[in-house]
Structures are given as C-alpha cells and as structure tokens.
C-alpha cells in the first residue's frame, strides 16, 4: 500500500468525524437557549465585576469558530446607582467550549469595546464607584470555592473621564489594558497602555493580595508608569482603612523636569534649569501628605541627600532639608539679567513672578561648594521660605570672597510689581573680588567689612533702580584703587601746579578706608568717604545716579606732611561720569592760583578795566568783534531775579 493510499483511508474517517463535530455544533446553536444563556452571562459578569449589566441593543451569538456572546450598547452599573458607571459600546464574552457542549455556559474572558468610563469623587471621598468596591469586597472570594468563572477583561479603545468635587475634569483616551481579575490565586494585574494630556502612557500595576486591599487591609503594590517626560515606579504596600497609605521604594526619572512639571499640570519656575532629573526614596503616603526619607536626588547635575515632604490640604507644600558636596545654581540664575545685554544701562525687561504663587516652599539646604555664575562660595548654609507669594532667602553662613557672608534676601509681589528688601553682611572679604563681583569694578583692592540695607519696588531691575533706599557702609583697609597714583600727581602739580597730569593711571594705596552712602529714590549720596594712605589721604561728597550709573562727586586730595613745620598740599578734584570708567580730573581754578605766573592774571581779570583791555588787544590782533554778550539779570537776596533794564 502506499503512503497516498494510507492517508486517504486515514482523511475519510477524520472527515467524518468534524463532520459530526460540526452538525452537532450547528445543532447547539441551533437550540440553545439564548434567554438562559444570556442570564448566565449577565449573572457571571455581575458576580465579577459587581455591576449591574443593562442591555440596550442587539444581542449576537455565535458558536463556531468562536463560541462567544456580543451585547451591543450595554451600560454598567453600581447597586443603587441610577446613572451607568460604564457604558460600552460593545461587550464581547468569550465562552469555554466544552461546557458549551454540555448547555453549560461559562466565560473564558470579556473584551469591552470603546467603553466610557465615568468617575465622579466627592468631597468626602466616596465616589459613584464606592457601590461597586463594596460588592467586589462581599464577591471575590479567589481560590478553589470562588464563584468567578473569568479572570481576564480587556479593554480597548476606552475613555475615562474623572471629576473631583471642586468639578475639575481629567480626561484620559485610547485605553487599552488587560486587566488579570482575580480567580485562582489573590493576585490582580493590570498593564496597557492610555493616552493623558497629549502623551502616550504605558503603565502596569499589581496587587498582591486584591480583597484585602478592597477590604483597606495592607497588600503589596507595584506600581510602574512610563511617559515621554517622567518615569514613576513604586514597590511596596498599600492600605487604606481610614485613609489611603501607601510605604515602599519610590524613583523618578525625567530627561526634563521643567517638561514633566507642565506635563502634570505644574508651572516651572523660572526660565533656566530644571533639565535632568532623578530621585530615590522611601515614601510614606498618608492621605494627601508625601514623606520621603533616604532621599537620593539629582537634579541639573547637582546630586543631594536628605528628606523632604509634599503635602497638598488646600494649597500645595514642599518641605526639604537636604545637604550636598557640591552645587551648581547657574543654570537658575542665568536667563536673568541686572544689565541690558550688551549696554551700560539697567535691564527693563519685566519680572515673571507666577512662580510666587503657586507653590509654598520651606527648603534648608547645606553644601561644601556652591557656585553662582562666576561666584563661588565655599561652605554655605541656606534656607527658602516661599508662603502666600512671599519668598524669603536667609543665610546662615556662607564663604564667600575670602570671608563670611550672613543675611536675608525678601521678595515679594505686589501686583505686577516686586517689593524687594536686602540687608547682608560681608566680613572680612576681599575687596578685589567683592568689588568686581557686586558693584562691577576691579579698581578696589584690599580687606574690609561691607554691610548692606537696601529696599526697592518695581516690575524690572530699571524699576528697582529708580526707588532703592537704604544704606551701606563699607570699611576697608591695606588695600589700593587702581587706575590713579594720586601721591604721584600731587607731587608734581605741588612743584608746578600748570605742569598738567591725569589721575587715569598707576595706583593708590591706602591703610584705611569708610564708605559711607545712604539712598533714597535711586540717588546714593556719600557723606562721609575717607580714604587714608601712607602718603596721601582723600576725602569724598557727593551723589551717585543709580538708575543712570553716573558719579557727581567732589573730592580734596592731600599729602601727608612729614615735616612738622612743612605746609599741608591740598587739591580738590571732580569725579564724574560712568561707573565702569568715571572721569576724574583736578580743580583748574585751583591749580591757577597756586601757580606764580598765572595766579596775578586770574586776580587782573577780575577787574573790569583789564577785561576792557584784553578784549580790545584781542579784537586788533583777531580783526573780529566779539558778539555783544547777553544782558543779565542782577538776583536779588531772595534768589529771584530781577527783570532786565532795557538801554
């Protein structure tokens, strides 16, 4: 025989055979009992899942190939509800065959197609879906006596629509999940993937224990949400008896904060930073309060180690106490500007200040190093209080410029406006760097103490100029301002006072050195500056613009004698000009008069006959006539003036 003869003997029975199969196929669902068969399911599915199932469409039941039930335009409810909980479009249960055979009617799994999920919480925290937990917890009984006939339902396509008591809508689409019910053992899964605020979301979660953690007992929790801007994983326990709690491992990942804060419906501060981001702790979560324990942070390179809290009872609060190596604040600092890009002038771009309030901030933060643009500090301690749109910066210690830096930095908003209040302590700093770094000079050398009291208002740094107030007081000493030698100058202008010079090079040195400047509306005016050095010793009065950054001082620079009988050389001198690059040049009338030759000329003109001479050597020599000069007006004692005599 051959094998062709073989297999075709062999094909007639087993063609026979799925004949039968199908005929008695055709039979059963032919006669089944589509009212039983519908009750059954509608009993399995409410037994499951605890809702009441309405059915208000079409009912489809096929048999082969697939043994399955179809209901179109179902809802699903809670006991007691009036309105659906769930509304799906359609609902497809697969049944197990063999059963079926015996007019045994048993769910294998349900698929829900384009189901609307809704979710109403109320302020109590019970929600439409309370009905539903309750009969799952009388129900699910996972083991060899459960009732549950399925354990697999899958979603497709679903939409889910939360709203809180305070009528605040999340929406959440294109769901798609399988969701592991427990049957056999007390476990229950879920994994898929949804589609929230613009972004593709995959997530998983697992229950060890389902019925205790319905019942508010403690089960095991896994929890992992992946998203283009954040990662989120949790591992631990939850229970929720009279309130939600929740203890285990906690870790975030971000390639941007900033993105992921707008992501979740939280408004960045600031413009800079706020990029790479990590965390790890142990969380414990009781109701609406976060503590973190353990916690491992990074954020903009800048890793960090301690505890912190979030709490959200009416206004959102974080709360942190972390210490770090080494830290690096450029990148929050750095889009904000005190000067006009590329200009002397003050910077007029507005402030954003929404960052004040939307979230209160308690922060206390210690590093060994700490740098600020191109200021570096070495051990600082430092706290932020951010309360009811109030920010408040205090420092406790801080190394800076060779020295220690105490005090306080306030802001806060006042409308559109921030009211900005200052006062620190510099002691012991170099003055060099300190100059350099605040004030933008490097002309001051030396040691010295700086203390600051300073407040303004005003919606730019322009703003802030034009109403500072307040003091500052600098002492200095064994130190120099370079660009003059003022010793050198006065030198030679004592032997020949008409010999010309300028004060824009060299150095001078001093062994001490007060500042004294109080400011009101943007004027800095000095009433007490002194300069002393070995040789020369200068003294200051005047104004400063600050909006303007221009000087308008007047000065008297002089030799210390080392004779006792010698006469004491005195010159008075201006500053004035740009901060940057102030002019600075000797009293002319002065050095006139302390010129031999020159002084008789400035007494002769003051007579008028000798001005009449001048001028009529001038006019031959010249052969022009000066203009006739413009008649004025005598001033009386008062200071008015008079009105001028017509000839």
Known sequence: MTIAQGMKRLGLPIAAILGVVLAVLASISLLLDRDALRQAVEAQIRAVTGLDLMVNGGIDVTVFPQSRVVFHNVGLKGGGATDPALSVDTLV??????????????????????????????????????????????????????????????????????????????????????????????SFAATGQFDWRGARVDGSISVNDFLAALSGERSGLKIRVAAPALKLAFDGAIANKTSLMMDGTLTADSGSLRNALRWIGQAPPGRGGFGRFALKARANLVGPSLALTNVNVELDGNAAEGVMTYSNIGRQTLQATLAAGTLD?????????????????????????????STDLDIRLSAAKLTVGSTKLGRTALGANLRNGTLALSVAEAQIFGGIAKGSFGISRDDVAADIKAQFQLVDVDLQSCASELFGTGKLSGRGNLTVVLGATGSSPFGLAQTLAGTATLIGHDGAISGFNVEQLLKRLERRPLSGGHFRSGQTPFDTLKIAVRFNDGVATADDIQINGPNVNLTLTGTASVPL?????????????????????????????????????????????????????LD??????????????????????????????????????????SN
């Open 93 to 186: 249960a697969n049944l197990r065959l063999l059963p079926l055979l015996m007019q045994r009617f048993q769910i294998a799994d349900v698929i829900l197609s384009r189901p609307q999920i809704r979710v109403v919480r109320e302020a109590d925290g019970s929600s439409n879906w309370t009905p539903f937990i309750e009969t799952l917890t009388r129900t699910v009984k996972p083991g060899a006596e459960s009732p549950l006939s399925f354990s697999e339902i899958r979603i497709q396509d679903g939409v889910l629509t939360y709203t809180d008591s305070a009528k605040q809508i999340e929406t959440i689409g294109d769901i798609n999940l399988s969701l592991a019910w427990p049957s056999i053992s007390r």
């Open 549 to 601: 950054r221009e000087y308008d001082l007047k000065g008297v620079a002089s030799l210390v004698s080392t004779a006792a009988d010698a006469s004491k050389f005195e010159l008075p001198f201006v500053v004035q000009g740009p901060w940057d690059d102030p002019l600075i040049f000797p009293d002319p009338v002065s050095l006139i008069r302390r010129s031999p030759a020159s002084a008789p000329l």
């Open 604 to 645: 002769a003109v003051k007579d008028r006959r000798t001005r009449d001479a001048v001028r009529s050597v001038l006019e031959r020599i010249t052969g022009q006539k000066p203009a006739p000069a413009a008649a004025t007006a005598p001033t009386t004692e008062a200071g008015a003036t008079a009105p001028a005599k």
């Open 329 to 357: 604040f450029t990148p929050y600092v750095s889009t904000f500007r005190w000067l006009a890009s590329g200009a002397r002038d003050w910077n007029r771009q507005l402030f954003d200040l929404t960052a004040l309030s």
